[in-house]
DNA sequence: GGTGGAGCTGGAGCAGGCTCCAGGATCCTT
DNA sequence: AAGGATCCTGGAGCCTGCTCCAGCTCCACC
């Protein structure tokens, strides 16, 4: 018997809202989820698998439509595994240049705290001195 | 006689759109620009340097929100350097976190990209034996 | 079998951050 | 003085990515 989850379970688990999940799902980002007798719907370990590369792409900065590229790939089948890698490998390197265009920019902002910093012990050295 | 710059120029220098500029503006990010005799604006060094920091700080994902404290703090002159140091570095640490949680999660989406690797390697060592 | 909590659908609404537009005015060049 | 480029204002519109809502259904438990 394979283990089934929830909506409020794969809530706990994903990290992803209600309401996110069935918004992931309506514009073709998950499979459509199979249902329990009365229409629920019941993820699969699958599904949480699915929904955590979701996550680490969604969480890297991947925009939507890229990830609905993504998915449609998925979809088709292993022959598109090639492609998939692409993908994922076009996007690292986008997450490596934001990465270090952070970093750049992180140290500008230092710099101008570092700038507040001196002014201050400045202020404090003629406050002193009067 | 000091340098002033014109709306054309100030976007070429500092990297905002035009749209983007007049928007600051309204909202208070940046202090009324002076005006040419017809209305033009007409930017002066210290505009240039502030959309400096403002560049800086959306650059690294500041909300507006929080640089229009910012801005409101520097328009209350030099006794709210203090205030805006702690801004600065509340700001920075949010900056790094944000830094480490990107490649906590670019960390994953690698041993992604190493598992497609590795089952294409496979595959392809499947297809020389047979 | 009733009641409270969880889930369903479709569609509207929202927050953030710009971006665009209409209808004029101004400015530079020739 | 004419024409094209630049700029002005106020307000509407847009894009992304959710989030919320109304009105119902379903399920679990007492």
New interface residues.
């Given amino acids: 018997m394979t283990e089934t989850y929830s909506p409020a379970q794969t809530v706990e688990m994903s990290g992803f809202s209600l309401d996110t999940l069935r918004y992931y799902e309506k514009i073709g980002l998950i499979e459509p989820v199979r249902r329990a007798a009365g229409g629920h719907r019941r993820y699969t370990e699958d599904d949480l698998g699915w929904l955590d590369?979701l996550r680490?792409?969604r969480?890297?900065?991947m925009p939507i439509a890229q990830m609905q590229s993504f998915a449609e790939l998925a979809r088709d089948g292993d022959d598109t595994?090639?492609d998939?890698?692409a993908l994922?490998?076009e996007?690292?390197a986008a997450?490596?240049a934001?990465?270090a265009?952070?970093?750049e920019?992180?140290g500008?902002?230092?710099a101008?705290?570092e700038y507040?910093?001196s002014?201050?012990a400045q202020?404090r050295g003629v406050c002193e001195a009067q």
Avoid: P, W
């Fill in positions: 590369m680490c792409l969480g890297t900065g595994v090639a998939r890698l994922l490998e996007h690292d997450v490596e934001e990465l265009r952070l970093a920019q992180r500008k902002v230092r101008k705290i507040y910093r002014y201050l202020q």
